[in-house]
């Protein structure tokens, strides 16, 4: 606002110069050429009044010019290089005093706008260099669900391969052992497709909850046993606590069920064997909340920021760690469709603690 008086009173200064130095010069000019016959006599007086006139009229347009057009010039400049894709002052010396690092006398004028346009600036190359950053990991985590999918992929060939040779005489032993691993390698399979159109409906915000009444506390032990049940995870040592025996809730069991286990695998297959994790649910007056706490290697600071970007799929150990770098990021965008939240703590050789929180009602 400050910006827009300064520029309203500045020009109407400017056009009263024109105007009464126009004025004068018109007059002058009348005078020069028709004289009056009393004033005859002082012809030279007149000239030299005349041109002292036309001297100060055009140094004043070439001050204020050069006051007003310089910093138009520099931010229309800075405009242009921003459309260019540069993101950066231009001339950044010239526009600062040496001695006090203040703005020159004439960019004060354009203060405001000169504050937002390094703004825009700083955000524009923020932007560009996240974007850069987020194209190289989709790079990445497109090799990596490449190599994810043609893993199992290649193991579906194989058996199927083997059973199909005409040249061995294969039993039923060996045949039902060939079907059990390609069945595992298709189930996998699908549970990756299943993230990358999950993600796609979480990311356009289409998908809708189908609520209804469920007992948290069944609900979560059965998602412990089921992942103690896994073959990747014997060598764990999962547990599960609730300080009640019932709790229902009106969720959707199905993604909730996904959200949760997501962060319990996530807690085994980034920590060595004997590992343990520790899931517990309690209930405050307005929420439940329910830990994931493991004694495992934790994480450090970055990775902690980052556990639940998309595409990003941090350090693993031995363990079965294949997926698509989404688990995370469907989790916590899971549990915000019920309104809750999930924070993280965690400290490199000390473990971790999740802890989800969801409201009541």
Known sequence: MRFIIRLVLIFLFLFTVILIGGSMVLAMTVEF??????????????????????????????????????????????????????????????????ESGTLKQPYKLYEEMIVQLRTLTETLARNERERIAMDKMKEEWISGISHDLKTPLTYITGYSEMMLLPKYQWSEEDKTEFLKQINQKGLHMQALIQDLNLSLQLNGQRLPL??????????????????????????????????????EMAVDPQFLQRALRNLIVNAIIHNPNGTNVTVSLRQSPTQIIIMIEDNGIGMDKETVDRLFDRYYRGTTTDANSEGTGLGMAIALQLIAAHHGEIDVASRKGEGTSVRIRIPLS
């Open 33 to 98: 050429f028709i004289p009056s016959a009393s004033g005859s006599a002082n012809t030279t007086a007149d000239i030299i009044i005349l041109l002292g006139m036309l001297i100060l009229f055009m140094g004043s347009l070439l001050f204020f010019a050069w006051f007003i057009g310089r910093p138009i010039y520099y931010i229309v400049l800075w405009i242009f290089q921003l459309a260019q894709g540069c993101y950066e002052e231009p001339f950044k010396r010239n526009m600062y005093s040496r």
């Open 210 to 247: 189908h609520v209804e009444p469920v007992n948290m506390v069944e609900l979560i032990r059965r998602i412990v046993a089921d992942v103690v049940n896994a073959p990747w995870a014997s060598e764990y040592l999962l547990s599960f606590h609730a300080d009640i025996d019932l709790l």
